[in-house]
C-alpha cells in the first residue's frame, strides 16, 4: 500500500464506492475494502486563498507533518510526505529499470 492521501474528486470517490458496495454482494472479502475507504475518507474544502487542510488522522496515518508533495496521477492528487515521496519515486525507478532489463 502506498504511504499517501489520494485526493479524489467527490463524482469519482462516489462512482468508486458504489462499484465496490455492488461487489460486497457477491464477493465478501470486499466488505473490508469499503469499510476502510468509508473510514478513512474525508471531505475536504478549499478556502479563499486556495488552501487545503488535511485532517490529522489523514496526516498522522501517512505520516505528514508541516509539509506536503502533490503528485497528479490521472484521476486524482497523490499527497505524499517528501521523504516518503522519494523514498517511492527511488524505488519505482528501480523496478522500472528492473523491467527494462528483461
Given amino acids: 500500500m502506498e504511504k499517501c492521501l489520494d485526493l479524489i474528486p467527490k463524482e469519482e470517490m462516489e462512482n468508486e464506492l458504489a462499484r465496490i458496495r455492488k461487489q460486497v454482494k457477491s464477493d465478501p472479502r470486499t466488505n473490508e475494502i469499503l469499510i476502510t475507504m468509508e473510514q478513512t475518507a474525508s471531505k475536504i474544502r478549499i478556502d479563499s486563498l486556495g488552501c487545503i487542510k488535511i485532517p490529522k ?46
Fill in 57 to 102: 488522522n489523514l496526516r498522522l496515518l501517512v505520516g505528514i507533518a508541516n509539509e506536503a508533495t502533490l503528485v497528479g496521477a490521472i484521476r486524482m492528487i497523490k499527497i505524499w510526505d517528501p521523504n516518503n515521496f522519494d523514498q517511492a519515486a527511488w524505488e519505482g525507478e528501480k523496478e522500472w529499470k528492473d523491467f527494462i532489463a528483461l
